[in-house]
C-alpha cells in the first residue's frame, strides 16, 4: 500500500476553524427546509437571555451538549431542526439599560449581534434563518394573540391580589426571585406587600392535568420531582367551625384527625372575614396588626422559624368535634393563598401552632400520643402515660387519645373516620388542595409586550381586536419605574388614549406589559414557522415538527418555564390550535459548570470568558474539554491546566490522519474489535449524554491506532475514518478539515454514523475472576459465552484453584457469564 500524502503542518485552528464556518455559511450546510424534510428530529436548547457581558461559559456549556446530540441524530440520518433565539425582553434588560443610562431598544440589539457572532464561533449547527427575538414585533404580535385566545377562553382574568413589591425594581416579584425576604437583584432591598389589579392565567384550571402527565414524560427525575412539589398535591379535609351569629369558617388541614386538639383559629390578615369576626373593642389592634402585616413580603411569612406576631380578634368559633368554643386569631403566619386562608391550630401536634401557644397563653391539649395507656391503668395513671411525650408530638404514628369514641386509632385511620363522621353531621369533607396558584403576567415596567386590552368607561374591558395587532410598544425616553405602582407607559397619555374598538369614545389602554415568561412559554412553537407572517404557528408545519423531540436545558428553568410551557401547550390543544398537550417528548437538566472548585462570580474573579479560551485553543478544543469536564448531566469544574490535555489528543488524532494508506491490505484483528466496541460505546453515551465517557473511548481507540500505526504501510481508511465520523459532533471544524484531506467532497456531517457488528465487537477471550469461598485464587482466559461447566472444570484444572478445592465438598457454584466463578466448599 502506498500512503496519501497530507499537508504535514500542525492542526492551526485559528486557520481552519474560520475556513468551514464560512463553508458551512456558503454551502447552507447548517440550513434546515423545515418544508422538504422526511424524517424530522426538533433538537431545542433554551434560548438565552442576551446579557451585555455576552455568552458565558455556562451557555457554551449547555448549548455544546445540545448540539453534540443533535450533530449525531443528523449523522444517524435525521433531518435535524436545531434554532436559536433571544429572550431579550424583561427586568434583566430594563435594570441593565438604566444603569448605563441607554435605551433598550439600542441595547439589546446590539447585545444580540454579539452573541450571535460568539455562537458562531462556538461551531453550533444552528439554523439561522429561523432565529428570533421576543423583542421583534413579528413575535410579539402573536404572544399578543395567544393572550387574546387566552382571554377569549375564560383563562386571562384580572383582579386584585397580594403580590411581592421591590422598592429598587419597582415591579413585582414572584416568590422564587425573594430570598429570605429580600429581592435576589437587589439582596439588601426588604420586599413587601402590595394589592395591586393583576392579569392572571387560570393555570390552577390545569393542575390535576400538568401533575398527572408528569408520569408519562420522558424527563430527567430532578426536575419531574421539582415540578410535582410547585404544584403541591396534598389530601386533606375541609372542616367548618361556626362563629355564634352563624358564620362559617371553613379550615383546610391535611390532619382532621387531630381536630378534637385544635383549642383555637387562626386567620390570615388578608381573610375577608376578618372584619366580620372582629370585636368592636378589638377594632383598632387589628387594623393596626393588618397593616403592619400587609408590609412583609409572602416569602418571609412563609418562613417557620421567625418570632411569632398576632392579635386576638375578641370573638370565638365552636369547633366542630368538641362543641367547645375557640379564640379567633389573626396571624400573619397564615397566607390566603393556601388552604382557605384560614387554619385550626393544634398546638400540641404543630410547631408553629405550639410556638404561638406558647406565647400568648393558649390551650395545648394532646389529642397523639406514641402508645395507649394500659386498659388496667387508673385514670390518672393512663393520663400520665399517654403524656409522658414532649410535646409538640408531630407523627403520623402513634394513636389517638382525648379524641371521643376515636381514641385508640391510629392517625391515618382517624383522618378517614372522624372526616366521615364530621361530613355526616355537615361540619367537613374531603379535600385535595393544591399549593400552585394562578399565574400573575402583569408587570409594572416598560421592557416587554404591551397587554392587548383597553378599558371604557361604557363598554368596561375590551379585547384588541385581533387586526390591530402588533400592540406597538413606544419608544419613550421616561422608562424609569416609580413608586406608584404603575408601568412607565401610564405616564404617556398620548400613547395610552385610544378609541375604544367597540364604541369609538376615548378610551384607555392597559399599560402594563406582560411577564417575561409568557413570551418563554411558546418560543418552541415559533421557531419551524418563522417565514410565516400571518399566523403565530403554521398547522402543518406544527404537525410535522411538534412536538419537540430533544429539549436540553438547565435545571434553573425546571418550575416555572417549562410549567407554564406545559400550561400554554394545554390551553391551545383544548381550543383545537395543536394536536399534542405536552410540548416537550423528551428533557434532561444539564450540571452547572465550577472553576477551581467554586462557583464563578465576578468578586472571585474566576469566571471563564469563552472568547478568550476559542482564541488560544480554538473552538473544538473548548468544547470538547467542557465535555470532558465530568458528567454532562451533573456538571464539572474548569481548571486551567486541563484543556492542553484535550488539544493534545486532537493533534494526535491529526497526526494519525496524516498516515492513512491508499490501497487494500489485511486490517489487524485486535483494532477492527476496538474500532466496533468503540463506534457501540460511543452512540451508547452520546444517546444517554454522557459525553465525557464517549469522549474517552475515543481517545482509547486513537491509541490502539497510534499502536499499529506503520510508517511505510501507513493506517487503513477503514480504521481512519470512522474515527473522525465519530469525532464530527464534538469537534465538527476539526473532522471537516480531516474528512476533505481524506478526499471527501462533501461534508462529514452528511456522512453517515458508523455501523458496528456485535461479532466483531466481541473480544476474542475474557478474563473470568476465580473464587473459592469469596476469596481469589485464580484467573482463566475463556472465550466470550463459555457454559458455566466448562468454565468451573477449567477452574477446577487450575494449580492455584485446585489446592484449595482437593479433597473438599464442593457444595455449589455461583457463575457470572464471563466475569467471575465462586465455588463454595
Excluded at 399578543?144 to 386571562?156: M, N, R, S, T, V
Excluded at 452520546?686 to 469522549?695: D, M, Q, S
Aim: proline share 6%.
Amino acid at each position: 500500500m502506498s500512503e496519501q500524502k497530507l499537508d504535514t503542518a500542525v492542526y492551526d485552528p485559528m486557520t481552519v476553524e474560520p475556513k468551514w464556518r464560512a463553508r458551512w455559511e456558503e454551502r447552507g450546510t447548517n440550513s434546515m427546509d423545515v418544508a422538504a424534510a422526511k424524517k424530522p428530529y426538533y433538537q431545542l436548547m433554551m434560548f438565552p437571555y442576551p446579557s451585555a457581558e455576552g455568552l458565558h461559559v455556562g451557555n457554551v456549556f449547555a448549548f455544546v451538549g445540545n448540539d453534540i446530540h443533535g450533530r449525531f441524530r443528523r449523522l444517524q440520518g435525521w433531518d435535524v431542526f436545531e434554532p436559536i433565539g433571544f429572550d431579550a425582553f424583561g427586568i434583566h434588560s430594563e435594570n441593565y439599560a438604566l444603569k448605563v443610562n441607554t435605551h433598550p431598544g439600542k441595547l439589546i440589539p446590539a447585545n444580540i449581534a454579539r452573541f450571535k457572532e460568539q455562537l458562531k464561533r462556538t461551531g453550533l449547527m444552528v439554523n439561522w434563518e429561523h432565529v428570533l427575538a421576543t423583542t421583534d414585533p413579528d413575535y410579539y404580535h402573536w404572544t399578543q394573540w395567544i393572550f387574546l385566545k387566552l382571554y377569549e377562553a375564560g383563562h386571562a382574568v384580572k383582579k386584585q391580589a397580594p403580590v411581592n413589591w421591590c422598592p429598587e425594581c419597582k415591579t413585582v416579584l414572584a416568590n422564587e426571585q425573594v430570598e429570605d425576604g429580600y429581592c435576589e437583584r437587589h439582596p439588601g432591598t426588604r420586599v413587601h406587600q402590595r394589592y395591586l389589579s393583576q392579569w392572571f392565567f387560570t393555570i390552577t384550571k390545569y393542575v390535576e392535568r400538568l401533575l398527572d402527565n408528569l408520569e408519562t414524560l420522558d424527563w430527567s427525575e430532578s426536575t419531574r420531582t421539582m415540578q410535582a412539589n410547585w404544584i403541591g398535591r396534598s389530601e386533606g379535609a375541609e372542616l367548618i367551625f361556626e362563629a355564634p351569629a352563624g358564620t362559617r369558617i371553613p379550615v383546610y388541614t391535611t390532619r382532621p384527625d387531630t381536630v378534637f386538639g385544635a383549642t383555637y383559629l387562626v386567620l390570615a390578615p388578608e381573610h375577608p372575614l376578618v372584619d366580620e369576626l372582629t370585636a368592636s373593642e378589638q377594632q383598632n389592634e387589628v387594623g393596626k396588626y393588618r397593616r403592619e402585616a400587609g408590609q412583609k413580603d409572602v416569602v418571609t411569612r412563609k418562613v417557620g422559624d421567625r418570632e411569632k406576631t398576632g392579635v386576638f380578634t375578641g370573638t370565638y368559633a365552636r369547633n366542630p368535634a368538641t362543641g367547645e368554643s375557640v379564640p379567633i386569631w389573626i396571624a400573619d403566619y397564615v397566607l390566603m393563598e393556601y388552604g382557605t386562608g384560614a387554619i385550626m391550630a393544634v398546638p400540641g401536634h404543630d410547631e408553629r401552632d405550639f410556638e404561638f401557644a406558647e406565647k400568648f397563653g393558649l390551650e395545648i391539649r394532646r389529642v397523639v400520643a406514641a402508645s395507649s395507656p394500659s386498659p388496667s391503668s387508673p385514670p390518672d395513671q393512663a393520663r400520665a402515660e399517654v403524656e409522658d411525650d414532649t410535646l409538640p408530638y408531630i407523627s403520623w404514628g402513634g394513636v389517638l387519645v382525648n379524641s371521643g369514641q376515636f381514641d385508640g386509632l391510629g392517625p391515618a385511620e382517624g383522618v378517614k373516620a372522624i372526616t366521615a363522621w364530621l361530613e355526616e353531621r355537615g361540619s367537613g369533607r374531603t379535600k385535595v388542595q393544591f399549593r400552585l396558584h394562578d399565574w400573575c403576567i402583569s408587570r409594572q415596567r416598560y421592557w416587554g409586550p404591551p397587554i392587548p386590552m383597553v378599558y371604557c368607561d361604557g363598554c368596561g374591558t375590551v379585547p384588541v381586536p385581533y387586526d390591530d395587532l402588533p400592540v406597538l410598544l413606544p419608544e419613550i425616553d421616561d422608562f424609569k419605574p416609580d413608586e406608584s405602582g404603575m408601568s412607565p407607559l401610564a405616564r404617556h397619555e398620548e400613547w395610552y388614549r385610544v378609541p375604544c374598538p367597540k364604541c369609538g369614545k376615548l378610551a384607555r389602554r392597559e399599560t402594563d406589559v406582560s411577564d417575561t415568561f409568557l413570551d418563554s412559554a411558546w418560543y418552541f412553537l415559533r421557531y419551524p414557522s418563522t417565514k410565516f407572517d400571518d399566523r403565530a404557528f403554521d398547522p402543518a408545519t406544527t404537525e410535522k415538527w411538534l412536538p419537540v423531540d430533544s429539549y436540553i436545558g438547565g435545571n434553573e428553568h425546571a418550575v416555572l418555564h417549562l410549567m407554564y410551557s406545559r400550561f400554554i401547550t394545554m390551553v391551545l390543544h383544548d381550543l383545537g390550535l395543536l394536536n399534542f398537550e405536552e410540548p416537550f417528548t423528551k428533557f434532561r437538566a444539564h450540571g452547572t459548570i465550577v472553576k477551581d472548585g467554586a462557583k464563578m462570580s465576578k468578586s472571585r474573579g474566576n469566571v471563564v470568558v469563552p472568547d478568550d479560551y476559542i482564541d488560544k485553543w480554538g473552538a473544538d478544543t473548548f468544547r470538547m474539554y467542557l465535555m470532558f469536564l465530568g458528567p454532562y448531566l451533573e456538571g464539572g469544574d474548569f481548571r486551567d491546566e486541563g484543556i492542553a490535555g484535550m488539544r493534545r489528543f486532537l493533534d494526535r488524532v491529526w497526526t494519525l490522519t496524516k498516515k492513512m494508506a491508499t490501497g487494500a491490505g489485511e486490517l489487524d484483528r485486535g483494532a477492527v474489535r476496538k474500532l466496533h466496541q468503540t463506534i457501540k460505546k460511543v452512540a451508547h453515551d452520546i444517546e444517554g449524554l454522557h459525553y465525557n465517557t464517549a469522549i474517552s473511548a475515543l481517545m482509547e481507540y486513537s491509541n490502539t491506532l497510534r499502536a499499529i500505526e506503520d510508517d511505510e504501510a501507513g493506517l487503513s481508511r477503514e480504521l481512519l475514518e470512522p474515527l473522525i465520523v465519530m469525532l464530527a459532533p464534538f469537534a465538527p471544524h476539526f473532522s471537516e478539515e480531516c474528512w476533505e484531506r481524506f478526499g471527501h467532497a462533501d461534508s462529514v456531517h452528511d456522512a453517515s454514523w458508523p455501523p458496528f457488528d456485535e461479532e466483531l465487537a466481541r473480544a476474542d477471550e475474557v478474563e473470568v475472576v476465580v473464587q473459592v469461598n469469596g476469596k481469589v485464587r485464580g484467573r482463566l482466559r475463556v472465550a466470550p459465552g463459555t457454559p458455566e461447566a466448562e468454565v468451573v472444570e477449567s477452574a477446577m484444572a487450575d494449580e492455584g484453584v485446585s489446592r484449595f478445592v482437593t479433597g473438599r465438598e464442593v457444595r455449589k457454584t455461583i457463575y457470572v457469564q464471563d466475569r467471575l466463578v465462586n465455588i463454595v466448599v
